[in-house]
């Protein structure tokens, strides 16, 4: 049961998406909010958490409306949405130039440059739950692929945000941030191109395997077929139902439900909470961090090599991400992006200013950070959740982040503002480090080791109930029931 090759793969989506949000918004929106809109650091900091605010608010509830839309409009429910997320986003990022057209002193003011920034947010909002939900549906119906593999997919992400940064940091030294603004619509085209291509494609394939299999008469093989063919296993075909319909035709659990199953064991609250710490200090880095490398006397094309620099180290640990997930588990891997975290943030608070270059020897460890907490946090949700749930999983995913972003921004806006990078900087340093430890002690019970790497297959009304017997489970039972052991 494999998809036929001419179905294009999840990739051509994270090149297209993640180029686009390079030049809407990226590492360099912190520059060009403080250059363009000519906010301080605080209020940077507060801009973006509001933005974080909006996009932990709505995740989740927009991967729930994409799971249930593409249920009812097939191969174009969730594509629909992205494309409308693009629109949308590019156009409220556009309201920052406005003035140029405009010349209105209330186009060029603090709070119409925040509003814009939260219109971009609202839409962005649906983002990263329906193409991560996309991704992992895809390889769960792949025959040979599953969830673990998505990192062999989101690499193509990581690629095409580093080539984006690394050009897009030369066009702002030659041309300055007014480049922003075509840049941004280009990316947006193309990426509205490359949603289109992998819907129809998907609904070409599926439908050439419908007819193929309905010419020969095999009416169950064909539904078989037609579920690896397709990025979502609830189709409207006209054959006599089996033993899965009932399953099939089941609603998606809601977010709170949803919330329950994963909230709902130690292990999983304290692999959440040390995911949810690593963000906070990582949202200072991944938005905050131009300014500080401003702070040392760094250029704009300086800026986009680290972006590029970054990017090197991230592709091979996506795409090792499969492996390292099913020989030492979700966890473990989690832990590691949490000491590449620490590491490179001891390095920051040691370079001097005027010697801007020594960046190059930590940020390498961005890679380690950024690539094993989103594959293990991605693949922790999607283990838990019924199927038919993923954008509704990762919508989640993108809620705790969303809020521990917030909180990183509003008190690291205003420490960088107040204190100086360093300090701040070293306040997060303690709070990862805490973040680390509490999940570290829990992760040592044998009781709670189970839940590594639980399997998937599970019906909607039964998750609940098996997250919760896993813990209690002994002996041989409980380890058939991880994937190569818990670490």
């Known amino acids: 049961m494999t998809t036929p090759s001419s179905t294009y793969r999840p990739r051509i989506l994270y090149l297209s ?28 900091g507060t801009t973006f958490a509001c933005q974080y605010a909006i996009l932990s608010l709505l995740a989740p509830w927009f991967g729930h409306w994409a799971d249930q839309r593409e249920k009812r409009y097939p191969h174009k429910g969730r594509a629909q949405i992205l494309m409308a997320t693009v629109t949308i986003g590019t156009l409220s ?37 329906i193409l991560d939900g996309m991704t992992v549906d895809y390889l769960d119906r792949l025959e040979g692929s599953s969830s673990s593999d998505y990192g062999a997919e989101r690499l193509y992400g ?50 050439a395997v419908k007819n193929d299999s309905e010419s020969n008469n095999h009416p169950s093989e064909a539904t078989a077929l037609l579920e690896a063919a ?8 006209h054959q006599q139902p089996n033993d899965n319909t009932t399953d099939q035709k089941e609603d998606t659990p809601s977010t709170l439900a949803l919330m ?17 710490v690593l963000n906070t200090g990582f ?18 094309t300086l800026e986009g090599i680290t ?65 094993g907490a989103q594959a293990s946090a991605v693949e922790f949700v999607n283990q838990h959740v019924p199927r038919g749930s993923e954008a509704s999983g990762q919508g989640i995913v993108n809620f705790v982040r969303g809020l521990a972003s917030v909180l990183g921004l509003i008190s690291g806006g205003w420490l960088q503002e107040h204190c100086g990078p360093r300090f701040m900087y070293r306040v997060f340093i303690v709070c990862v480090a805490v973040g680390t430890a509490s999940f570290v002690s829990v992760r040592c019970i044998p009781r709670y080791q189970a839940e590594e790497n639980v399997q998937r297959d599970t019906p909607v009304g039964e998750a609940a109930t098996n997250v919760e017997t896993r813990q209690h489970k002994n002996g041989g039972v409980a380890q058939d029931e991880t994937s190569s052991g818990a670490a």
């Open 17 to 44: 998406l993640f180029s686009w949000m390079s030049v809407s918004g990226g590492r360099f929106l912190a520059p060009f909010l403080k250059e363009e809109a000519e906010l301080s650091d605080s209020w940077i």
């Open 93 to 129: 990022f556009s309201l920052h130039g406005l003035h140029y057209v405009v010349p209105l002193p209330v186009f060029h003011s603090l709070p119409f440059h925040i509003l814009a920034q939260c219109g971009y947010a609202t839409a962005f909002a649906s983002l990263f739950p």
């Open 158 to 207: 990581a690629v095409s945000w580093g080539v984006a940064n690394l050009l897009f940091g030369v066009l702002l030294d030659k041309f300055g941030m007014f480049i922003y603004f075509p840049c941004a619509w280009a990316a947006a085209l193309y990426s509205i191109v490359s949603i289109m291509l992998f819907s129809s494609s998907s609904a070409a394939a599926a439908a």
């Open 230 to 237: 397709t990025t979502n296993g609830h189709q409207n075909h």
């Open 260 to 276: 329950g199953i994963i909230f709902g064991s130690v292990y999983g609250t304290f692999f959440l909470f040390c995911y949810f």
């Open 283 to 300: 949202s200072v880095v991944e938005n905050l961090v131009f300014l500080f490398f401003e702070f040392l006397g760094a250029s704009h």
């Open 307 to 371: 972006v590029a620099l970054t990017v090197v180290f991230e592709i091979p640990v996506f795409s090792l991400a499969p492996v390292l997930l099913k020989r030492h588990g979700v966890g473990l891997f989690l832990v590691m992006a949490n000491v590449a975290y620490l590491i490179r943030v001891i390095g920051y608070t040691l370079i001097p200013q005027g010697h801007s270059w020594l960046v190059f020897l930590v940020e390498p460890l961005h890679g380690f950070t950024y690539a």
